[in-house]
């Protein structure tokens, strides 16, 4: 059973794949450009509880001085989840980020 209810398809994305797409989700938010991301067709995104469009948001005011820093990663694969803990800039200034993306089966970010 997946965490939505229904039974995971066996072509669930290996670990590498997850990490992979957790990189890339990283390395677009720090760029601003979320046009970089591969999205599957019914992807979401909220920040604080709140459902944003893609783009907005910590989007507009990530910056890439000081460099990200990650502080832990935890990878569900059964669920095709990734965990993010580390620190990020916004605005020029140190903040804490925690992340949870999800991806569907063919690695593509839903969540």
């Known amino acids: 059973m997946s965490a939505r ?6 072509m669930v994305p290996e670990r590498a ?15 601003r450009d979320p046009g ?12 604080n509880g709140q459902a944003i469009a893609l783009g907005d948001g910590l989007w507009g005011s990530a910056t890439p001085s000081p460099p990200l820093r990650r ?6 694969v059964e669920r095709g989840q990734v965990g993010f803990l580390g620190a990020l800039a916004e605005h020029g200034e140190e903040c804490l980020l925690g992340v ?3 991806f569907d089966d063919a690695a593509r970010l839903s969540e």
């Open 36 to 47: 970089r991301l591969q999205l599957a067709p019914h992807a979401r995104f909220t920040e």
């Open 71 to 76: 502080a832990l990663s935890m990878v569900d």
């Open 100 to 102: 949870r993306l999800a």
């Open 5 to 10: 209810g229904g039974v995971r398809s066996a």
């Open 17 to 31: 794949a997850l990490e992979r797409g957790a990189e890339a989700y990283l390395a677009a938010l720090v760029a």
